[in-house]
Structure formats: structure tokens, C-alpha cells
Nanobody, 117 residues
Framework: QVQLVESGGGLVQTGGSLRLSCAAS????????MGWYRQAPGKQRDLVAR?????????VDDDEVKGRFTISRDHGKNTVYLQMNSLNPEDTAVYYC?????????WGKGLLVTVSS
């Protein structure tokens, strides 16, 4: 059973930064695609960024995210990160860690990120 434990969410002022972390149990981390999604109030859950086992990354085609968020992973720690800079109130959402291997998807419980104006 894969477990994803997220940390790093919270309240931050506009212009601030946060780093989200997601630690995965199990050896499949090394062969998985890891991603971060977010769900704002009243909206659907959308992809923010993902990273392959080899370190290739892609970000949602959204000018509001590109250049501010960076996804990375540490195989030694079975952990994926999302560095978020220059945060603004539109980034307020619950952020979910996702692990995908083959046709299987695993999700973390979600982290609330609130950006105050």
C-alpha cells in the first residue's frame, strides 16, 4: 500500500513563498510519475506540475504558474517538492500530491495553502 504524507502548507502573505513536500512509502516511488494538483474553492482539481522518474518536468500551461513554481524530487528521500514563490491570493487552494505508476493513482490527503492579500 502506497502512502503519501504531505507537509508544508499554511498561511502566507502575498509575495511570500512556501515549499510543499510529499514523502512516499514504498519502492515504487523510483518508477513513478509524481505530481502536484490543486483545488480552489468551488473549482475542480487541476494539475499544477509533474515530474517523471528521470526528472523531466512539465507545468500546467498557465502563465500564472510558470516561472513561480518548481517541482523537484529526491529519490534518496522518496520525496517530491513544490517550491512556490511570489504567491498571490489566486494560489489559495488545497494542494494534493499524486503518485502515478502504470494505471494506478495514489493521492495524499491534501494541504491547505492560503495566501492573504
Amino acid at each position: 500500500q502506497v502512502q503519501l504524507v504531505e507537509s508544508g502548507g499554511g498561511l502566507v502573505q502575498t509575495g511570500g513563498s512556501l515549499r510543499l513536500s510529499c514523502a512516499a512509502s514504498g519502492s515504487i516511488f523510483r518508477i513513478s510519475v509524481m505530481g502536484w494538483y490543486r483545488q480552489a474553492p468551488g473549482k475542480q482539481r487541476d494539475l499544477v506540475a509533474r515530474i517523471t522518474s528521470g526528472g523531466n518536468t512539465n507545468y500546467v500551461d498557465d502563465d500564472e504558474v510558470k516561472g513561480r513554481f518548481t517541482i523537484s524530487r529526491d529519490h534518496g528521500k522518496n520525496t517530491v517538492y513544490l517550491q512556490m514563490n511570489s504567491l498571490n491570493p489566486e494560489d489559495t487552494a488545497v494542494y494534493y500530491c499524486n503518485l502515478r505508476v502504470g494505471l494506478m493513482d495514489y493521492w495524499g490527503k491534501g494541504l491547505l495553502v492560503t495566501v492573504s492579500s
